[in-house]
């Protein structure tokens, strides 16, 4: 039997859905966070919710060290690592207000974790302490994202600061937001060369590290994630961005409900999917991009909440290459 093309993923948290993490170099198992306090892992091949534990507040954003061990944060200010296999936590440290970003950074076999405090920690996840904090130019870390030793963070006063995870006594560079309204997601180009960001008011921007004049003219933005009704322009905040890593396109997920698939390079839309049950809340393809995990929730914006509620769903599409692959 051919394999669908989506798969609504069954016991879906019972809160708005944080952040989805595929394990590393499978499309198999997945880990989801939730505002409900949980941390789950599903095996998307067989629909099942193979695991769960929980924080004491909701979970902000979670990852994969590797294919047992993860990290996990939220509202409880704390810093979880978890074992998958043998079910042990064990809490790394806190932060001083809540912890809205993990990452793991390979290069340096360390944690990341961005927080509302202003800073972000670095943490060695063997010796299990914290050998780091570093400020962020006083400004709230809403999301980061590293690649090798570059670490990109960006912050509530719609700036973006540039870190070299092998020099961290100061940041390498601190820039403005090239868009004008407050910052959602962050996500660094698969090839180094720079990094994706959007914003609550429908846009999305590529910029590039190198600071030659020949580079930044390269940079540029764009609007999506929005609709016409009745002649006014209705505009969404776009949530989740995930790089394809063998193509290096990405996807956006937006409050529309809506999933767009771009390729940045070429400066063209590949596709759209249907529309979802509510806003797009996070994304993650997968290590080889054959897969896209895609979390729906209902994230307050409407003045007043539509009837019925929607309740958070997750699916998981199998994308193809007509998708994803620059044309």
Same mark, same amino acid.
Request: neutral net charge.
């Given at each position: 039997?051919?394999?669908?093309?989506?798969?609504?993923?069954?016991? +879906?948290?019972?809160?708005?859905?944080?952040?989805?993490?595929?394990? $590393? /170099?499978?499309?198999?198992?997945? &880990?989801?966070? *939730?505002?409900?306090?949980?941390?789950?892992?599903?095996?998307?091949?067989?629909?099942?919710?193979?695991?769960?534990?929980?924080?004491?507040?909701?979970?902000?954003?979670?990852?994969? %060290?590797? *294919?047992? /061990?993860?990290?996990?944060?939220?509202?409880?200010?704390?810093?979880? &690592?978890?074992?998958?296999?043998?079910?042990?936590?064990?809490? %790394?440290?806190?932060?001083?207000?809540?912890?809205?970003?993990?990452?793991?950074?390979? #290069? =340096?076999?360390? @944690?990341?974790?961005?927080?509302?405090?202003?800073?972000?920690?670095?943490?060695?996840?063997?010796?299990?302490?914290? =050998?780091?904090?570093?400020?962020?130019?006083?400004?709230?870390?809403?999301?980061? *994202?590293? !690649?090798?030793?570059? %670490?990109?963070?960006?912050?509530?006063?719609?700036?973006?600061?540039?870190?070299?995870?092998?020099?961290? *006594?100061?940041?390498?560079?601190?820039?403005?937001?090239?868009?004008?309204?407050?910052?959602?997601?962050?996500?660094?180009?698969?090839?180094?060369?720079?990094? =994706? #960001?959007?914003? !609550?008011?429908?846009?999305?921007?590529?910029?590039?590290?190198?600071?030659? +004049?020949?580079?930044?003219?390269? /940079?540029?933005?764009?609007?999506?994630?929005?609709?016409?009704?009745?002649? !006014?322009?209705? @505009?969404?905040?776009?949530?989740? @961005?995930?790089?394809?890593?063998?193509?290096?396109?990405?996807?956006?997920?937006?409050?529309?409900?809506?999933?767009? !698939?771009?390729?940045?390079?070429?400066?063209?839309?590949?596709?759209?999917?249907?529309?979802?049950?509510?806003? @797009?809340?996070?994304?993650?393809?997968?290590?080889?991009?054959?897969?896209?995990?895609?979390?729906?929730?209902?994230?307050?914006?409407?003045?007043? $909440? $539509?009837? $019925?509620?929607?309740?958070?769903? &997750?699916?998981?599409?199998? =994308?193809?290459?007509?998708?994803?692959?620059?044309?």
């Amino acid at each position: 039997m051919a394999r669908k093309a989506e798969v609504q993923i069954l016991n +879906p948290p019972s809160d708005v859905i944080s952040s989805v993490k595929f394990s $590393p /170099k499978t499309n198999q198992f997945l &880990l989801v966070a *939730s505002w409900d306090t949980s941390v789950r892992l599903y095996d998307v091949v067989n629909n099942t919710l193979r695991h769960k534990f929980f924080h004491t507040s909701p979970v902000l954003d979670c990852a994969f %060290l590797d *294919s047992v /061990k993860t990290v996990s944060g939220g509202l409880d200010n704390t810093v979880k &690592l978890y074992d998958l296999n043998t079910h042990i936590e064990h809490n %790394l440290g806190t932060h001083d207000a809540a912890v809205k970003c993990v990452e793991y950074a390979s #290069m =340096v076999n360390g @944690i990341l974790t961005g927080s509302w405090d202003r800073t972000v920690k670095l943490w060695d996840g063997r010796e299990k302490e914290c =050998v780091g904090t570093y400020e962020q130019s006083a400004g709230k870390v809403y999301s980061l *994202s590293c !690649i090798e030793e570059r %670490l990109v963070v960006a912050t509530s006063d719609r700036k973006v600061l540039i870190w070299d995870l092998r020099h961290m *006594s100061n940041y390498v560079e601190r820039r403005e937001s090239s868009l004008k309204y407050q910052t959602r997601t962050v996500r660094c180009f698969p090839n180094k060369e720079g990094y =994706v #960001m959007s914003s !609550i008011e429908g846009r999305v921007a590529l910029e590039y590290f190198n600071p030659s +004049p020949e580079w930044q003219k390269k /940079k540029f933005a764009f609007k999506c994630h929005r609709s016409k009704q009745n002649d !006014i322009e209705h @505009i969404y905040p776009v949530n989740a @961005i995930s790089f394809h890593n063998v193509y290096h396109t990405f996807a956006t997920g937006g409050s529309d409900g809506f999933v767009n !698939i771009w390729d940045g390079f070429n400066k063209k839309r590949l596709c759209q999917f249907h529309m979802y049950d509510s806003s @797009i809340s996070s994304l993650c393809f997968s290590d080889d991009g054959s897969a896209l995990a895609i979390a729906c929730s209902y994230m307050d914006e409407a003045e007043t $909440p $539509p009837e $019925p509620y929607p309740e958070p769903t &997750l699916y998981v599409r199998y =994308v193809s290459e007509q998708e994803t692959r620059p044309k």
